[in-house]
Each structure stands twice: as C-alpha cells, then as structure tokens.
C-alpha cells in the first residue's frame, strides 16, 4: 500500500486506475498530468482537466490530482508545481 493511501489519501489510487482503464488519461487539449520526482520517487503531482461545470469554455481548468508527499511538504515544491500548472 502507497504512503498515500495509509494517510487516508485514495485519490492517487484512483488515479492510477483511471490511467490503466483509459477513464482520465488527462489527454485532452489543454489537459496534462504533472509529475515531480527526486531520483526514482515521486514527490509531487498535479493534474489539470477541462472543468466539466463549464462547457466549452478553454480558459477554465480543474485542478486534480495535486499531492505532495509529506516529507517534501513546506519547501516550497508545491507552490511551484502549482504555478507551473497555472
């Protein structure tokens, strides 16, 4: 079980199997799955969908996703994958 998961965090889980059963490839114009790692591990992650309240509208995104494990919490990594992101 993922450090995530045993936090009570299922929703990279989810995501995993969004990916493996082609539900959320995030493979849309304008969507795209970010990616942080240090080495082989990750440390951050953050999506960004098409909002779907908002129809047609190109400049209006969901955020989803957005993890930042714990021990790399408070450095700043976040902010900066959000703002990438943005």
Known sequence: ??????????FLHRLEQDLKIGENCFNQFGEALFVVYEQKHLIAIGGLNHDPYHGAQEKIGRL???YIHPQYRR???GAYLLEYIE
């Open 64 to 66: 989803c996703h957005f």
């Open 75 to 77: 450095k700043g990594i």
């Open 1 to 10: 079980m993922a450090f995530s998961q045993i936090k009570g965090f299922y």
